[in-house]
């Protein structure tokens, strides 16, 4: 009677959706992904930017759609509002992870503009601005 009981609760849960995280489902490196910033031509990126004494690290992944041409995720960093330098990330037909820091002058990097580039047509979005 107990292992029915179980059974049929699980049954339910699963009609309804519950009982699993959403993390649990496996990601398609074919397709966009829920929280991904996109620029609506070819492609998105998801992206996490935490900020240390000098330096900014970047965690995420750049997806390039199925389409004629690239993605590159472009990486602005700037110190006490001035540019200091610039990383890029590309993929191609593919979702790409990256995970790199970026160090920075005295005082540190305070800011980063994230851009996306459409290579086959060259166009650029703007898709996120973090503040240390």
């Known amino acids: 009677m107990k292992r029915s009981l179980l059974v049929a609760l ?12 959403a993390s649990a489902a496996p990601a398609l490196a074919s397709s966009a992904m829920v929280g991904d910033l996109c620029n609506g031509t070819s492609g998105c990126i ?6 240390s004494n000098r330096s900014a690290t970047a965690v995420g992944s750049v997806f390039d759609d199925r389409n004629a041409g690239s993605t590159t995720a472009v990486f602005w960093f700037y110190a006490g509002g001035s540019f200091w330098s610039e990383q890029t990330r590309t993929a191609n037909n593919e979702r790409k992870s990256f ?5 920075g002058p005295v ?3 305070n800011y980063v503009e994230v851009y996306l580039v459409n290579n086959s047509t060259g166009d650029w979005t703007e898709v996120a601005d973090f503040y240390k």
């Open 10 to 21: 699980f049954a339910v849960l699963g009609l309804v959706g519950a009982g699993f995280p």
């Open 46 to 51: 998801t992206v996490d930017i935490s900020f």
């Open 107 to 109: 005082g540190g990097i």
């Open 99 to 103: 995970h790199f820091s970026e160090s």
